[in-house]
């Protein structure tokens, strides 16, 4: 390094007609040396630099004249190496050597080692300085590495110091009494060390000490609880932890001791033991009357749903049963009219199917209806909704439908789907008050991958279609926040005022979709309009057949089936007889679950038992049962008002071979066509 700089300065004090060829030179030399090398200007600029020392510093040679080394150097460094350069200019030292920081290009620091000597002319003035900057960053991270961890290593010993703890010989002898066992047992470790433990803190044992250094000799360690007297000649219960040390022989040469005092905590758990049983009573009383608290409002609550649910129900049926009673007495006061009759017979007809509509939604609000499934054309469905709901909703409200091109045909219930369609539209127009536009869109998606739910929609667990028909009703009103959205499909949840909405429209459309085979997802946002969207399940390509390729409508000339029918109504019972004979059947009629036992065991001749569900002694599983204990092939249908399924119904009460339901009210001609089916 001392010949580098020797030729440094030889070059740099050189005639003025040699310049060009020192500083050539210069620039040959910098490059080869391996450490930073540079000549600084006496107003600090670079005139010269070492490739490495551009290498470390981060700039290029041209870059670096552009700048002065007070520029790169850290300004908490700056002044020392300022002080010692006025050294240099006063001629009070001939080099001087520091450590310092300087400023990468990228802005990180760099630790160097910094030697500057000072060269002058002939003339003895100072002309440049020369600069020797050797990279001490590595050395700099280890010495600050080693002081962190020679603090960590002093804060852990302090910390372990706070903790009890002892050091003993294998007779005992104390050798090591910490921080923690000063504040714990009262002696200092001036006066602890040098005493046996056992001897000083009076210890009693669990067991004998010999076992307790047997175990502690054979496994290392031993763990347990010892009571210890302290200085002042408090008793204490000590958690001990015994660790044993050998020597390079594998002897033991000395046990490690932690402790810590638990007399508060066995306290505790004593007195806690004491009033535990008196506890114990207390909580069981205070937990049956929390229950009987919940039950008590979880009764009111279904108080007050169902109040909220009768009334809505109760105004629909009234209407119904007005018109039924109504047309009922037109026609006795008309009797002599024949055409008069058929005209309020047909209206009492049509107040029943309201009435059955209203039970309808009532099941598919709570997904147990009997859907009529029926091949649907998506296109001509939401066209022929656009078209009504255009003169229906009001000229504020543009109505639009658009669906995709060659979509197959969907299965659904079309009477379910179009009250669910239009209670959506509706609660559209009540989020458009000044107006806006509704889309009804249709187009195809495919079955998502995974089998749980996404999001808020519950996808069905086995899906009866790969491909779903999707429709989307969106509208571009206030929409919701996320604490509502979040409930909107809850039985009896509405954000209309009081006597506005029944809370039932969107979980009614929920549980239709979801009954379907289908699902149900609403997005909406504050300001952003909401989209319902539906799916459902596909006509099949290839559509199954009876194995027979036949349906189930009987021939022409096939012999008149005899249908026994129990039903305890008598309204209903004479109803039914009297359609089922106009239907083309021998009916045998019977008031009861006996009386139909009686004509079975008196050898009539019957196809298909025809039943009501609910009667009283008898009710129809039992009916059944009995029946083909008698008559083991016998057919069977139930009648039933209930909301209640097939299958749940059999695994409720097993009978022997299947059985069709049937929900009231039901048509003569739905009926002889389950008949016919059997």
């Known amino acids: 390094m001392a010949a580098v700089l020797d030729s440094v300065t030889n070059m740099t004090v050189a005639p003025c007609a040699e310049a060009a060829l020192a500083e050539s030179e210069t620039r040959l030399r910098l490059a080869t040396v391996g450490v930073g090398v540079a000549h600084v200007g006496l107003d600090g600029r670079w005139l010269l630099a070492s490739t490495r020392l551009c290498e470390m510093l981060g700039y290029t040679e041209a870059e670096l004249r552009l700048r002065t080394f007070q520029d790169l150097t850290y300004p908490d460094d700056l002044g020392t190496d300022l002080d010692q350069v006025h050294r240099l200019l006063a001629g009070e030292i001939q080099t001087y050597s520091m450590e310092k920081?300087?400023?990468?290009?990228?802005?990180?620091?760099?630790?160097?080692?910094?030697?500057?000597?000072?060269?002058?002319?002939?003339?003895?003035?100072?002309?440049?300085?020369?600069?020797?900057?050797?990279?001490?960053?590595?050395?700099?991270?280890?010495?600050?590495?080693?002081?962190?961890?020679?603090?960590?290593?002093r804060d852990l010993l302090t910390t372990l110091d706070l903790g009890a703890s002892m050091a003993r010989d294998m007779d005992g002898t104390i050798r090591h009494w910490s921080k923690g066992c000063e504040r714990l047992y009262g002696w200092t470790a001036a006066e602890a060390v040098g005493c046996v433990s056992h001897d000083l803190l009076r210890t009693v044992f669990p067991v004998p000490l010999a076992e307790i250094e047997s175990a502690l000799e054979r496994c290392g360690e031993w763990t347990g609880e010892?009571?210890?007297?302290?200085?002042?000649?408090?008793?204490?219960?000590?958690?001990?932890?015994?660790?044993?040390?050998?020597?390079?022989?594998?002897?033991?040469?000395?046990?490690?001791?932690?402790?810590?005092?638990?007399?508060?905590?066995?306290?505790?758990?004593?007195?806690?033991?004491?009033?535990?049983?008196?506890?114990?009573?207390?909580?069981?009383?205070?937990?049956?009357?929390?229950?009987?608290?919940?039950?008590?409002?979880?009764?009111?609550?279904?108080?007050?749903?169902?109040?909220?649910?009768?009334?809505?129900?109760?105004?629909?049926?009234?209407?119904?049963?007005?018109?039924?009673?109504?047309?009922?007495?037109?026609?006795?006061?008309?009797?002599?009219?024949?055409?008069?009759?058929?005209?309020?017979?047909?209206?009492?007809?049509?107040?029943?199917?309201?009435?059955?509509?209203?039970?309808?939604?009532?099941?598919?609000?709570?997904?147990?209806?009997?859907?009529?499934?029926?091949?649907?054309?998506?296109?001509?469905?939401?066209?022929?909704?656009?078209?009504?709901?255009?003169?229906?909703?009001?000229?504020?409200?543009?109505?639009?439908?658009?669906?995709?091109?060659?979509?197959p045909v969907l299965l659904a219930d079309r009477g379910q789907l179009e009250t669910v369609l239009v209670n959506l539209a509706t609660n559209a127009r009540d989020a458009m008050p000044s107006g806006g536009l509704l889309v009804f869109s249709a187009g195809l998606d495919r079955w998502p991958h995974g089998d749980g739910n996404e999001g808020t929609v519950r996808w069905p667990a086995h899906p009866s279609s790969k491909r779903y028909l999707r429709l989307s009703v969106t509208d571009t009103g206030k929409g919701m926040t996320p604490d509502i959205l979040a409930r909107v499909t809850e039985p009896f949840f509405t954000t209309k005022p009081r006597g506005k909405g029944t809370g039932l429209g969107l979980a009614m459309a929920k549980g239709f979709a979801e009954q379907s085979d289908g699902a149900l997802k609403i997005e909406s946002a504050p300001g952003q309009g909401t989209t319902v969207t539906l799916w459902f399940p596909i006509v099949p390509e290839e559509p199954s057949l009876s194995p027979d390729?036949?349906?189930?409508?009987?021939?022409?000339?096939?012999?008149?089936?005899?249908i026994l029918l129990v039903d305890d109504d008598a309204i209903v019972h004479e109803v039914l007889v009297r359609q089922l004979e106009r239907e083309g059947f021998d009916v045998l009629a019977a008031n009861s679950g006996a009386e139909a036992l009686a004509i079975l065991d008196a050898g009539e001749t019957v196809d298909v038992l025809v039943s009501d569900l609910s009667m009283p002694g008898m009710d129809g599983l039992a009916l059944i049962h009995e029946a083909r204990q008698r008559r083991q092939k016998l057919q069977a249908i139930l009648l039933t008002g209930i909301a209640a399924g097939a299958a749940e119904l059999a695994s409720a009460r097993p009978i022997s071979g299947n059985f069709s339901l049937l929900r009231k009210p039901a048509t003569s001609k739905e009926i002889a066509e389950r008949i016919n089916a059997m």
């Open 101 to 153: 920081r300087y400023i990468r290009r990228e802005g990180t620091l760099l630790w160097i080692e910094l030697t500057v000597s000072l060269v002058r002319g002939e003339d003895g003035a100072p002309r440049h300085f020369i600069a020797v900057v050797q990279d001490i960053q590595t050395r700099k991270a280890a010495e600050s590495t080693l002081v962190e961890n020679e603090r960590r290593l």
């Open 226 to 407: 010892l009571q210890h007297t302290t200085r002042n000649g408090r008793e204490v219960i000590a958690a001990v932890r015994k660790v044993l040390r050998r020597d390079d022989a594998g002897r033991p040469a000395a046990v490690m001791e932690s402790l810590a005092d638990v007399t508060a905590q066995r306290k505790a758990e004593a007195k806690l033991l004491a009033l535990n049983e008196g506890l114990e009573a207390q909580v069981r009383e205070e937990v049956a009357a929390r229950v009987a608290a919940q039950a008590r409002l979880a009764h009111a609550q279904r108080m007050e749903a169902l109040g909220q649910l009768a009334g809505g129900i109760a105004h629909d049926f009234n209407n119904v049963l007005q018109a039924v009673t109504g047309g009922a007495d037109l026609i006795v006061q008309c009797a002599s009219d024949a055409k008069q009759v058929a005209h309020w017979a047909r209206r009492i007809s049509a107040s029943a199917e309201r009435g059955a509509a209203i039970t309808g939604r009532l099941l598919a609000f709570a997904r147990r209806g009997n859907l009529r499934t029926e091949t649907i054309d998506p296109a001509l469905l939401l066209e022929s909704m656009r078209e009504i709901l255009a003169h229906t909703l009001g000229d504020a409200i543009e109505v639009r439908a658009q669906a995709a091109p060659n979509l």
């Open 549 to 562: 390729g036949r349906d189930g409508s009987p021939s022409s000339d096939a012999p008149r089936r005899r």
